[in-house]
């Protein structure tokens, strides 16, 4: 399935998906980084980032979360960023990042005892076409 996870429409389409069959694993693997200080960023990509970075991570896990319960089974992986522990790099991806760390080890508490598992992955730099390029998300 193809979808704009920084849409209403791409995010809903994935959701409905998930509620329609919950899937055994979650990999909320979708991101952006801008390359440029907030300061220096249009309002509308800040937006975008945060509608892709932490939007969907919050209702694509939303939607996948009452079906893993039902069964008693499943894991949740949402990929961060070690940025997410640096508050002077890039502060939108920073914050961003940090919220999906936070969020992980909380739902992670809420969940104990449940059957399933969910997990922060907070991979360090990584090499992209777009920071080879040095072109904007």
């Not at 909320?28 to 945060?50: K, T, W, Y």
């Not at 730099?125 to 390029?133: D, I, V």
Request: hydrophobic share 40%; proline share 4%.
């Amino acid at each position: 399935m193809v979808a704009d996870l920084a849409t209403a429409s791409g995010r809903s389409a994935v959701e409905d998906l998930l509620l329609s069959g919950p899937p055994d694993l979650l990999v909320n693997n979708a991101g952006v980084a801008l390359g440029s200080g907030f300061r220096d960023s249009p309002i509308d990509l800040l937006h975008h980032q945060l509608e892709v970075n932490v939007t969907a991570v919050l209702r694509l896990t939303h939607a996948a979360l009452p079906g893993m319960i039902a069964r008693r089974r499943g894991d949740i992986i949402n990929v961060s960023s070690v940025a997410g522990f640096l508050s002077g790099y890039e502060t939108g991806y920073a914050a961003s990042k940090n919220w999906v760390t936070s969020f992980s080890e909380g739902l992670a508490s809420e969940v104990r005892g449940s059957g399933l598992r969910v997990m922060a992955l907070c991979p360090g730099l990584t090499l992209t076409e777009s920071r080879q390029t040095g072109r904007q998300a």
